[in-house]
């Protein structure tokens, strides 16, 4: 497989299962100069930079970044890192010496980082309050000298490495404690193969397809490096939506991941589903996130799981053991009835969202006039969620079977009879009845369950898509409306879920032309400006968060389809000819 090379300014370094990263990214939409060590434990916390210098002065690189190692090359040599293990980062260098200096700018009582030898075999031990771990630099092989051992204040640290020119290596580690000094067990060499070999392992399960397709390595590689292992409140290994800043998992970010996943890593990917149900509160209520040190349950998120778990299901390769389905089926089925019994007025059967969070939609101009809103979507996406429940427990519950079904009834009655005016969907507030902002693409979400809707009513939302389209996709918010923001978040911008979610509407409609072509939008835009959190909807830049899992797993699976359907019309072709 010929190497991937990726842009380090925009997406990081990292490997599968660890929670470091190596990246210019050091905070919230805030780059540094100097490429750095981040750790991604109790947020988001650049550690150490790494300062090329030669003659005992910085000098400039150009750096160059793959799956399997990260180097920098100067005019005086050049030196790689790479991943050890999850903990673990060897950097080897010769010509060119580096600086690790300390991230933090100081050290009081509670902030900063402490630098001092260690007595038992020399290495370099960083202390850090704002991680709460301890970051191990080990001599492997040539010069190396520490600046500020145990200075307190605001006094500069520093580890030196190559200042004589010649060749030199390292370990840096992130630990809990004091483990043994380090012994490497492997050759930098056999190091970087061992990742290399790991990743085109999984290139290979989530994108057989892709040489048909362009950004498919690109996609697979920030997939892979955004997975850690179990660790905190990350109950599983698990995917974080970025390993920059959005080093989080959102109650129903998950789910796009786990379906990407799906065919090659079915262990993986139901994991992926079930993490955020780890956190499911005594009411049935998801939190709205998790990472490593904190839950947070202000807000919830959208009832797409019933309609993820139904398409999960389909993509595994194999059958569900019957535990995992008595599990999905309970976890769905409180979560339904946290929908219906804290989230409905007095003899009401619409649910309502308490803020645009709960809808994933954040700021959705449909939001603009109430914040507590009965929205088209989340009727639909409850009522695909009685289906699957139903479904389930005919296999699980066939007592309750029935139930889930007659509620399956009167909410796509409700949804009809309540929020459908004739020509189109409404959201409406519950203190006054007053109605939403019309100009949002979240209104033509009930798309997604158009295999339940009048056929009429899926025509009239396949318009609204088409108004919404540009060159890269369908914008969140009309280009046309005044509250049109091209970097407004969810009032202009395009997104991945959303595509995917009218892309498998419109296809479930019937409406596979206008469907393939929003999958081909889509994917040229993934090609052409990367796996960013959300795009330009007129100019196609990336925006935001610049290496987005979902972004990454939505181009797979419409990629991946995409191939399938060329197969089976090639296939077709084949059989035509064949028979004439």
């Known amino acids: 497989m010929p190497t991937l090379e990726f842009p380090i300014d925009e997406v990081p370094f990292s490997m599968r299962g660890s929670w470091l990263s190596v990246s210019r990214v050091v905070g919230l939409h805030r780059s540094a100069e100097l490429i750095h060590l981040v750790s991604h434990q109790t947020g988001m916390h650049p550690v150490l930079s790494f300062q090329p210098v030669a003659g005992g002065a910085p000098v400039g690189t150009t750096e160059s970044a793959a799956p399997e190692r990260l180097r920098w090359v100067g005019d005086a040599g050049e030196f790689t890192a790479a991943f050890a293990d999850v903990d673990t980062v060897r950097v080897r260098g010769a010509g060119l010496g580096l600086r690790l200096a300390d991230a933090s700018g100081g050290l009081t009582p509670f902030t900063g980082t402490f630098l001092f030898i260690a007595p038992q075999d020399g290495a370099a031990v960083l202390t850090s309050y704002e991680t709460g771990r301890r970051y191990r630099v080990s001599r492997l092989a040539g010069e190396f000298s520490v600046i500020g051992s145990e200075r307190l204040g605001a006094a500069e640290r520093a580890i030196e490495v190559g200042g004589d020119g010649g060749e030199w290596e390292i370990a840096i580690e992130e630990l809990t404690s004091e483990p043994a000094p380090f012994r490497p067990t492997r050759s930098f060499d056999e190091v970087v193969a061992a990742r290399a070999a790991e990743f085109a392992a999984f290139v290979d399960g989530v994108a057989p397809w892709r040489a048909e397709h362009s950004g498919a390595t690109l996609a697979a590689y920030v997939l892979w490096s955004a997975i850690v292992r179990p660790l905190g409140f990350v109950t599983r290994e698990t995917v974080l939506m970025s390993k920059h800043w959005m080093n989080k998992v959102w109650s129903w970010d998950h789910c796009f991941n786990a379906l990407a996943l799906a065919p090659s890593h079915p262990e993986l990917a139901i994991d992926q589903f079930l993490v955020v149900f780890d956190h499911q509160a005594a009411t049935g209520a998801l939190p709205d996130s998790i990472t490593h040190s904190e839950v947070l349950y202000n807000f919830v998120k959208p009832p797409i799981h019933g309609w993820m778990w139904s398409e999960l299901r389909r993509r595994l390769p194999g059958s569900v053991p019957d535990e995992v389905l008595l599990e999905v089926y309970r976890r769905l089925a409180a979560w339904t009835r946290?929908?219906?019994?804290?989230?409905?007025?007095?003899?009401?059967?619409?649910?309502?969202?308490?803020?645009?969070?709960?809808?994933?939609?954040?700021?959705?101009?449909?939001?603009?006039?109430?914040?507590?809103?009965?929205?088209?979507?989340?009727?639909?996406?409850?009522?695909?969620?009685?289906?699957?429940?139903?479904?389930?427990?005919?296999?699980?519950?066939?007592?309750?079977?029935?139930?889930?079904?007659?509620?399956?009834?009167?909410?796509?009655?409700?949804?009809?009879?309540?929020?459908?005016d004739g020509e189109r969907f409404v959201a409406r507030s519950v203190a006054g009845g007053r109605i939403g902002s019309t100009s949002s693409l979240l209104t033509a979400l009930p798309l997604v369950a158009s295999h339940r809707l009048p056929v009429e009513v899926a025509e009239r939302l396949a318009e609204k898509v088409v108004a919404h389209l540009t060159a890269f996709g369908p914008a969140t918010e009309l280009p046309s409306s005044p509250r049109y923001d091209a970097d407004g978040y969810w009032r202009g911008p395009i997104w991945a879920p959303s595509t995917m979610i009218v892309e498998a509407g419109l296809r479930g409609a019937g409406f596979h032309d206008l469907a393939d072509d929003i999958s081909e939008r889509f994917r040229r835009l993934c090609e052409h400006s990367g796996f960013a959190e959300n795009f330009d909807a007129l100019t196609g830049a990336g925006l935001r968060d610049r290496a987005y899992t979902w972004t990454a797993s939505v181009y797979l699976l419409l990629a991946g389809q995409a191939s399938e359907r060329s197969t089976a019309m090639a296939e077709m072709v084949s059989d035509r000819a064949g028979g004439t």
């Open 338 to 420: 946290y929908w219906l019994d804290h989230r409905r007025g007095p003899d009401a059967v619409l649910p309502f969202y308490e803020h645009g969070n709960d809808s994933g939609w954040d700021n959705s101009t449909v939001f603009d006039v109430d914040r507590v809103m009965e929205s088209p979507d989340l009727a639909a996406f409850l009522v695909l969620q009685l289906d699957e429940l139903a479904r389930l427990a005919d296999e699980v519950a066939p007592e309750a079977a029935e139930g889930w079904r007659r509620e399956g009834e009167l909410f796509l009655g409700a949804l009809m009879g309540e929020l459908w």
